[in-house]
């Protein structure tokens, strides 16, 4: 009986210190650590995605904004709002689909567990 208590003890301490590891992870993230956009191309149009991946669930809020301009003109895109994200898995905030050859600026946002990252960085992945 003292061994199983012992053996659960310890390991509810370990489950305790991987979780405060992984909450002071997101608190102190940078921008490649847990968000930033992704490019691809798609039918002739250039694909900018938002994303955040965090080692625990996040509620939260983001602000997605691009500035555009190219040969067809120019344009201010800004999308925002809640989310929830389940941890480990990279979850999509925002998506615009602008000319392939345009000159862009991303400005992005993401504020949960009462910090606020700058994501304005591409990312090839953020895993």
Do not use: H, W
């Not at 694909?47 to 965090?54: C, D, K």
């Not at 000319?99 to 991303?106: D, E, F, L, R, T």
């Amino acid at each position: 009986m003292t061994t199983t208590t012992r053996i659960s003890t310890i390991a509810l301490l370990g489950f305790g210190l991987a979780a405060i590891a992984a909450t002071s992870s997101i608190a102190n993230a940078s921008t490649t650590d847990g968000c930033g956009f992704v490019t691809s191309t798609q039918n002739g149009m250039l694909v900018i995605e938002g994303a955040v991946l965090s080692p625990v669930a996040l509620d939260g809020s983001y602000q997605f904004s691009i500035q555009s301009s190219g040969g067809g003109g120019s344009n201010n895109i800004s999308q925002g709002g809640y989310f929830t994200a389940a941890a480990n898995q990279q979850t999509a905030l925002g998506k615009v689909m602008i000319n392939a050859g345009s000159n862009y600026k991303v400005d992005f946002k993401v504020t949960a567990n009462g910090k606020t990252l700058d994501c304005d960085q591409e990312i090839a992945s953020l895993r």
